[in-house]
């Protein structure tokens, strides 16, 4: 494996900072599904704690990086041209119903660019991460998306309405970030949504493309609505087909 910059390993270490205190967190939703109260705020105050650990431990390593996150939006600092692009928690509701399928996702977007990417699921303790030009990686290994070539020998997956019939294998599982990290290491061939916001794919932008994969344009200027098509280029042209109305 090539050796990761020094802001890839920032946002490694923030990342298993924040994964403590949801992990904690995660444990005790079980006491309170049956609370009156509900786990609801509680789940918000995850997000937030989680939030501010990231936050910190980043500015600790660049203190002028400006900031783009899910629950505080934008943060511009002295640094323009630099700006982590966070989110807490990708799949919350996955979270609050006690589902161990969510993770906490960090970009660095330099310029028009994403340079650094990663997905941290911290229950089943899964890193996937990229850097430009240095390849995809999960657990240190290099990954690569699938090679599959025939549209219903593959398995793909969307997190958004599906108001059109669709003929293929299709899965939907309530994490976006994990559900484009699973197409980047080939586990899922392709994903498709409409109505993103930008920090549920910063990350994933660069772990496709490191692990040569193929996606549509996205405009990185764009905070929310975005719409994302993702797969293997053996398939794109036809996967892009199928979605003729998306």
């Known amino acids: 494996m090539n050796l990761i910059s020094a802001n890839l390993n920032l946002m490694i270490k923030a990342s298993e900072k924040a994964s403590k205190v949801l992990i904690r967190d995660f444990g005790e939703l079980e006491k309170l599904q049956v609370s009156k109260k509900g786990p609801t705020d509680f789940v918000t105050n995850s997000d937030l704690k989680a939030e501010k650990i990231i936050i910190e431990e980043l500015k600790k390593g660049r203190p002028n990086y400006s900031i783009i996150s899910e629950e505080s939006e934008l943060k511009k600092n002295k640094d323009i041209e630099n700006t982590w692009i966070i989110d807490p928690i990708d799949g919350t509701v996955n979270f609050l119903h006690g589902i161990p399928h969510f993770a906490i ?25 990229a850097e430009k030009n240095n390849g995809a990686f999960f657990n240190n290994h290099r990954i690569r998306v699938s090679s599959k070539n025939k549209i219903n020998e593959c398995l793909f997956v969307t ?12 899965r939907k599982t309530g994490c976006a970030a994990l559900d484009m990290a699973y197409v980047s290491s080939g586990r899922y061939d392709g994903f498709f949504q409409n109505n993103l916001n930008i920090w549920d794919i910063a990350a994933r932008i660069i772990l496709i493309k490191e692990a040569g994969g193929m996606i549509n344009n996205i405009n990185l200027n764009e905070i929310e609505n975005l719409k994302v098509i993702a797969s293997s280029p053996n398939i794109m042209a036809k996967f892009g087909e199928k979605l003729n109305n998306f």
């Open 159 to 170: 997190g958004g309405k599906t108001n059109f019939k669709l003929d293929f294998p299709l």
């Open 105 to 129: 996702s960090i970009a660095l977007k330099t310029k028009d660019e994403i340079v650094s990417g990663l997905i941290f699921d911290p229950i089943k303790n899964e890193l996937f991460f």
